[in-house]
């Protein structure tokens, strides 16, 4: 047995077999039975003979066109699916380590690729380039002949070992089948780890090379409570920690049984808990674990899929999904963040950037007639972002009453997630209608540590004085202009954290949906009136350990204590 440790991104156990997703380039690779290896290899000839016809056609096309010059190119290709170099190898990876096709023709273009680099001839050595597009080729028509979902043919309760996982591969999982997973990068706060947690999946992220220290088949324990993952445990190791996720399971169907509405501390100070989703198929499991209304709707999220492009540019849409927000939830209040610069450039095409961002803003007016709607506008540095968007919805607002339209009121509000915009809060709360404080950018721009780094996750600190004085800041700036400000980052899960933004004034967070029942029991076993001074003595004190070992011992126990699930001690913790 092999133990590792890494970042645990979301709690609980997962045991089973391993399947491989090596998404750099997109192939997964997991055991075929031995009974279905024959239809493996039908599945990969009919994949290779379709990319042949596909790749006459490219080149008929190209004589039609008076291109035939062109035509070797795609002439080169041909020959290569006819290459014994590549049939060959890649029949033998099927037959011989039971293969799917996917990672067989990945293997055997990548052989391949490698013979081309040790040539001298610079013509053939370019051919390298060719061999990756031929793999890419075949691979895209394996999946559509599947025609299905990915991991449709793992086996329940496999655990998935990655390079890296995205968000957009995640949400495709059938994560009933697949129990867990366990990455080469990643933190805590991206968003496939917020994703992760939102659904219930153990998992450990940023274990460096654990995708190359397993192989398909082999037996992982994945536990997201302890932060490690063991490789080939002993049947005992392995059964014992069946067992842990078995208690892991019943205990989160407890939690599941919350009702809606506030969190309330001992002393009866309520907590407001919305939540933070980037499906509008999430808002039904927020309202089951106890959302009151939806604090965060990441709109970047519907830009992640293959349909970005007429998604971006269809109000009509836009409008039907926003209107869901309410009708699936029947959430009290929605906040939609508008899509990032960054996201609408990645589709815009052939539109202006400009026009895709009135698209979603009279979307959203036309759909704020159903309920409490409210916009976050995202990366505020200064007033200045504020008021182009302020102007930018008076424009749209006047689009849709000249052509009858019903433009509905919104409220307006800055995302604190840079320093600047928390340095000049009290000039934003005279513009903002609400604030919204995102930790998780504020932190990695505050301390210059990148999420997503092993070596800058090292310095990623919440609880470092800088961001806690940049918090408090924020509180007090809308404390005193009355502003409503929410905090919307993974801080707001940390149970370490909670008892100190509560002691600093804070009454609303926004969190991933799993992480509300737990959040509402720790909230419950906390008294407001004590935790304002617990708060301005952390403030006192120069680090962050500092901080996290006096607010331990000021509680009277390490918070996290009471939500760990993987210890010897958890079936005693309810």
Same mark, same amino acid.
């Given at each position: 047995?092999?133990?590792?440790?890494?970042?645990?991104?979301?709690?609980?156990?997962?045991?089973?077999?391993?399947?491989?997703?090596?998404?750099?380039?997109?192939?997964?690779?997991?055991?075929?039975?031995?009974?279905?290896?024959?239809?493996?290899?039908?599945?990969?000839?009919?994949? *290779?003979? #379709?990319?042949?016809?596909?790749?006459?056609?490219?080149?008929?096309?190209? &004589?039609?066109?008076?291109?035939?010059?062109?035509?070797?190119?795609?002439?080169?290709?041909?020959?290569?699916?006819?290459?014994?170099?590549?049939?060959?190898?890649?029949?033998?990876?099927?037959?011989?380590?039971?293969? &799917?096709?996917?990672?067989?023709?990945?293997?055997?273009?990548?052989?391949?690729?490698?013979?081309?680099?040790?040539?001298?001839?610079?013509?053939? *050595?370019?051919?390298?380039?060719?061999?990756?597009?031929?793999?890419?080729?075949? #691979?895209?028509?394996?999946?559509?002949?599947?025609?299905?979902?990915?991991?449709?043919?793992?086996?329940?309760?496999?655990?998935?070992?990655?390079?890296?996982?995205?968000?957009?591969?995640?949400?495709? $999982?059938?994560?009933?089948?697949?129990?867990?997973?366990?990455?080469?990068? @990643?933190?805590?706060?991206?968003?496939?780890?917020?994703?992760?947690?939102?659904?219930? /999946?153990?998992?450990?992220?940023?274990?460096?090379?654990?995708?190359?220290?397993?192989?398909?088949?082999?037996?992982?324990?994945?536990?997201?409570?302890?932060?490690? /993952?063991?490789?080939?445990?002993?049947?005992?190791?392995?059964?014992?920690?069946?067992?842990?996720?078995?208690?892991?399971?019943?205990?989160?169907? #407890?939690?599941?049984?919350?009702?809606?509405?506030?969190?309330?501390?001992?002393?009866?100070?309520?907590?407001?808990?919305?939540?933070?989703?980037?499906?509008?198929?999430? /808002?039904?499991?927020?309202?089951? %674990?106890?959302? %009151?209304?939806?604090?965060?709707?990441?709109?970047?999220?519907?830009?992640?899929?293959?349909?970005?492009?007429?998604?971006?540019?269809?109000?009509?849409?836009?409008?039907?999904?926003?209107?869901?927000?309410?009708?699936?939830?029947?959430?009290?209040?929605?906040?939609?963040?508008?899509?990032?610069?960054?996201?609408?450039?990645?589709?815009?095409?052939?539109?202006?950037?400009?026009?895709?961002?009135?698209?979603?803003?009279?979307?959203?007016?036309?759909?704020?007639?159903?309920?409490?709607?409210?916009?976050?506008?995202?990366?505020?540095?200064?007033?200045?972002?504020?008021?182009?968007? #302020?102007?930018?919805?008076?424009?749209?607002?006047?689009?849709?009453?000249?052509?009858?339209?019903?433009?509905?009121?919104?409220?307006?509000?800055?995302?604190?997630?840079?320093?600047?915009?928390?340095?000049?809060?009290?000039?934003?709360?005279?513009?903002?209608?609400?604030?919204?404080?995102?930790?998780?950018?504020?932190?990695?721009?505050?301390?210059?540590?990148?999420?997503?780094?092993?070596?800058?996750?090292?310095?990623?600190?919440?609880?470092?004085?800088?961001?806690?004085?940049?918090?408090?800041?924020?509180?007090?700036?809308?404390?005193?202009? &009355?502003?409503?400000?929410?905090?919307?980052?993974?801080?707001?899960?940390?149970?370490?954290?909670?008892?100190?933004?509560?002691?600093?004034?804070?009454?609303?967070?926004?969190? &991933?949906?799993?992480?509300?029942?737990?959040?509402?029991?720790? $909230?419950? %076993?906390?008294?407001?009136?004590?935790?304002?001074?617990?708060?301005?003595?952390?403030?006192?004190?120069?680090?962050?350990?500092? $901080?996290?070992?006096?607010?331990?011992?000021?509680? @009277?126990?390490?918070?996290?204590?009471?939500?760990?699930?993987?210890?010897?001690?958890?079936?005693?913790?309810?």
């Amino acid at each position: 047995m092999r133990r590792l440790t890494g970042t645990g991104v979301s709690h609980g156990v997962a045991v089973g077999p391993v399947v491989m997703l090596m998404q750099n380039p997109l192939v997964i690779r997991f055991a075929i039975p031995p009974d279905r290896i024959d239809d493996e290899l039908t599945r990969l000839r009919d994949a *290779r003979e #379709r990319s042949k016809r596909q790749l006459h056609e490219i080149g008929a096309r190209l &004589n039609q066109r008076a291109r035939a010059e062109l035509r070797y190119l795609f002439e080169a290709q041909i020959l290569m699916l006819d290459d014994p170099l590549f049939v060959n190898r890649a029949e033998e990876l099927v037959r011989s380590e039971h293969a &799917n096709a996917e990672w067989a023709v990945w293997r055997a273009c990548a052989g391949l690729a490698a013979v081309f680099d040790e040539v001298e001839d610079p013509y053939l *050595r370019e051919r390298k380039g060719e061999m990756a597009d031929l793999s890419g080729r075949v #691979r895209m028509n394996l999946r559509r002949a599947r025609e299905s979902a990915l991991f449709d043919d793992v086996e329940e309760g496999a655990v998935l070992v990655a390079d890296q996982l995205s968000p957009s591969i995640a949400a495709q $999982i059938d994560w009933t089948k697949i129990h867990g997973f366990a990455t080469d990068t @990643g933190s805590r706060t991206d968003h496939t780890a917020i994703l992760a947690r939102s659904l219930h /999946v153990p998992a450990v992220m940023g274990l460096l090379d654990v995708s190359g220290q397993v192989s398909p088949g082999t037996t992982l324990v994945v536990d997201g409570t302890m932060s490690e /993952v063991l490789i080939a445990p002993s049947p005992a190791e392995a059964a014992d920690y069946r067992g842990r996720r078995q208690r892991w399971v019943a205990m989160q169907t #407890r939690r599941e049984r919350q009702g809606v509405g506030p969190a309330r501390t001992l002393d009866g100070v309520e907590i407001r808990i919305d939540a933070n989703i980037e499906r509008v198929a999430d /808002v039904e499991v927020a309202r089951q %674990q106890g959302a %009151q209304g939806i604090g965060l709707f990441r709109s970047e999220f519907l830009l992640a899929s293959a349909d970005a492009p007429a998604i971006a540019a269809s109000e009509a849409l836009q409008v039907e999904l926003y209107r869901q927000l309410f009708d699936r939830g029947r959430a009290d209040s929605v906040t939609i963040r508008l899509f990032t610069a960054s996201a609408l450039e990645e589709v815009a095409g052939d539109h202006d950037v400009g026009d895709l961002r009135r698209v979603q803003l009279r979307a959203v007016l036309r759909a704020a007639g159903d309920g409490q709607l409210n916009i976050l506008v995202p990366t505020v540095s200064g007033v200045g972002d504020l008021r182009d968007v #302020r102007a930018m919805i008076a424009e749209s607002r006047a689009a849709l009453e000249r052509r009858g339209d019903r433009a509905g009121q919104v409220a307006i509000g800055a995302m604190i997630e840079v320093p600047s915009a928390a340095l000049t809060a009290d000039v934003l709360a005279r513009e903002a209608d609400f604030f919204s404080i995102g930790t998780n950018d504020l932190v990695q721009y505050t301390l210059g540590a990148s999420r997503t780094e092993p070596r800058g996750a090292a310095l990623y600190e919440p609880l470092h004085p800088a961001v806690l004085r940049l918090i408090r800041q924020v509180l007090d700036a809308a404390a005193g202009s &009355n502003v409503p400000v929410a905090l919307c980052g993974e801080m707001a899960t940390d149970p370490v954290a909670i008892p100190l933004l509560i002691g600093l004034g804070l009454r609303t967070v926004s969190m &991933n949906p799993a992480a509300i029942p737990t959040t509402k029991q720790l $909230i419950g %076993q906390l008294r407001a009136s004590e935790l304002r001074e617990v708060a301005d003595r952390a403030m006192s004190l120069a680090t962050a350990a500092e $901080i996290e070992e006096y607010l331990a011992d000021a509680l @009277g126990r390490d918070p996290r204590d009471e939500l760990t699930l993987g210890s010897a001690t958890e079936g005693a913790t309810t």
